[in-house]
C-alpha cells in the first residue's frame, strides 16, 4: 500500500521547488542589473550605456539553458562565462561612471548575486553549497581584476556577501530537513512493515489453529470414538487427504470450465458434506455447485472449511438429523447457507465473552472474513438456524 508521498517523490519535489526559485532569483537579479544600467541613460546626459548591458547577455542565456538542463556542465559554463561578463560589466560600469570609486555597490552585487544562486541548481544541498561558494568566489575575483583595470577601490559589497551568508544557511537547512525527513520517513516505513508483518503472523496462526481444530483434532476426535479395530475406510480416507494439505507445499487453484463429479469430490466442501453424513447427518445439497468450484483455492477452501464446521455444530447443538447446504452465485459473489430446522440460539449471545459458540465465531465467521467474505447469522431459540457465507467471486480480499 501507499504511505502518503513516497520519500523520492517528495526529495525530488523539493529539490526541484529550490531549484526553480533560486533560477528565477538569478534572472531577477540580471534584469534587475540592466534596469540599473540602461535606465539612467534615458532620463540623463551620456547616452544609454549599451556596452555594460549587453555584458549580462551571455549570463541571461546561459541561467536559461540552466533551468532547462539543470546539469553539472552548464553549471559549470555559466559560471566560467558569468565571471567573464561580470568583468566586463563591472569594467565598464567604472569607467563610465565617475562617481563610482569603489565596487561596494548595488549594481555590482546583483550580478554576483545572480552566479552565486546556481548552487540551488545542484542535485544536494552539500553539492549546492559547494556550487554557490566557488561562484561566489569566481564572481568576487572579476570585480576585484576589474576595480584595478579601472584603478577603483575594491571593496566587498555588503549586499553580496550577505545574499551568501543567507544563501548557505537556506542550503544547509534545507539539507538538514531533507536528511531528518528520510530518517522520520524510514522510521515511519520500517515501523509500518513490522506491524503489518506482525498483523500478517496473527491471521495465519488464527488460520492454522482453526484449520487444525476443524481437521486433525477432529478426526483424532472421530478416531477416539471409533471402535477398537481397523480404521473404516472412508475415516482413513478423510486422514490421508487431511495430511496430503499439511504436507503439500502449493496449492493449484481448480481450472474454471465445466465441473464434473470427481472435481466437485475433491472440494473441501463436498468432503465436509461427507464427513457430515460419515457422522449420521443427513445432508442435501441444492443449487449450483459450479460458481463454488470457480472459486480460488483459498476462497473455495475457507468456505469449504466453514461449511464443515457449521455441519459440525448441527451434528453437537442442533438435535436434528438433517440439514441442508445451499450453493448459489450473483452479482459477482458466491454464496453457501447451511440451514437445519434444530433447537437455533440467540445470536445475541455470539458477541458475549467466553460463550460456547467459539467453533462458529473462529472456525466459520473470521476465516470467511479473512479472505474477504461476509457470514450472516439467522437464528432464535427453538426456530433453527441458517448460516449464510459470501465471499467475493474473484477471491480479492478488500481492505
Not at 21 to 46: D, E, I, K, R, Y
Not at 134 to 162: E, K, N, P
Not at 386 to 392: E, F, G, K, T
Request: charged share 15%; proline share 3%; net charge neutral.
Amino acid at each position: 500500500m501507499s504511505f502518503g508521498v513516497p520519500a523520492q517523490v517528495a526529495r525530488d519535489a523539493g529539490d526541484r521547488a529550490v531549484a526553480m526559485s533560486t533560477q528565477v532569483g538569478a534572472l531577477l537579479c540580471l534584469v534587475a542589473a540592466l534596469a540599473s544600467v540602461l535606465a539612467p541613460g534615458f532620463f540623463a546626459a551620456g547616452g544609454v550605456r549599451w556596452w555594460a548591458a549587453g555584458c549580462l547577455l551571455p549570463m541571461i542565456a546561459l541561467m536559461v539553458t540552466v533551468v532547462v538542463t539543470r546539469s553539472a556542465t552548464a553549471m559549470a559554463v555559466y559560471i566560467v562565462v558569468g565571471a567573464a561578463s561580470t568583468f566586463a560589466y563591472t569594467v565598464a560600469l567604472l569607467q563610465q561612471t565617475s562617481s563610482y570609486q569603489n565596487t561596494d555597490l548595488f549594481v555590482v552585487a546583483l550580478p554576483i548575486v545572480a552566479l552565486m544562486l546556481v548552487g540551488g541548481s545542484a542535485r544536494d544541498a552539500l553539492q549546492g553549497v559547494l556550487w554557490a561558494t566557488a561562484a561566489y568566489a569566481v564572481g568576487a575575483l572579476a570585480v576585484f581584476m576589474a576595480a584595478i583595470v579601472t584603478d577603483r577601490q575594491f571593496r566587498f559589497d555588503s549586499i553580496s556577501l550577505a545574499a551568501y551568508v543567507m544563501f548557505m544557511g537556506m542550503l544547509l537547512f534545507y539539507g538538514f530537513a531533507r536528511g531528518a525527513h528520510r530518517g522520520a520517513h524510514t522510521l515511519i516505513l520500517r515501523t509500518f512493515r513490522e506491524q503489518r508483518a506482525d498483523e500478517v503472523r496473527r491471521s495465519v496462526a488464527a488460520e492454522l489453529r482453526t484449520e487444525l481444530h476443524d481437521t486433525t483434532l477432529s478426526e483424532l476426535a472421530a478416531i477416539a470414538s471409533a471402535d477398537p479395530g481397523p480404521l473404516s475406510p472412508r475415516l482413513r480416507e478423510r486422514l490421508e487427504s487431511d495430511i496430503r494439505h499439511w504436507t503439500e507445499s502449493a496449492h493449484r487453484p481448480a481450472a474454471a470450465g465445466t465441473v464434473d463429479d470427481s472435481t466437485w469430490a475433491a472440494s473441501d466442501l463436498a468432503k465436509a458434506i461427507t464427513h457430515a453424513r460419515d457422522a449420521g447427518l443427513l445432508v442435501q445439497v441444492t443449487g449450483d455447485r459450479g460458481p463454488y468450484i470457480a472459486l480460488p483455492h483459498h476462497a473455495r477452501r475457507a468456505v469449504g472449511l466453514a461449511a464443515r464446521q457449521c455441519l459440525v455444530n448441527v451434528i453437537k447443538h442442533s438435535g436434528q438429523s438433517s440439514a441442508e447446504v445451499m450453493l448459489s452465485a450473483s452479482g459477482g459473489s458466491t454464496s453457501v447457507v447451511v440451514v437445519d430446522a434444530g433447537r437455533g440460539f440467540d445470536v445475541g449471545t455470539l458477541t458475549v465473552e467466553g460463550n460456547d459458540r467459539m467453533g462458529l465465531l473462529h472456525s466459520v465467521i473470521e476465516r470467511v472474513e479473512r479472505v474477504g467474505g461476509s457470514v450472516s447469522v439467522f437464528s432464535r431459540p427453538g426456530a433453527g438456524t441458517s448460516i449464510l457465507m459470501v465471499v467475493p467471486s474473484d477471491g480479492e480480499v478488500s481492505g
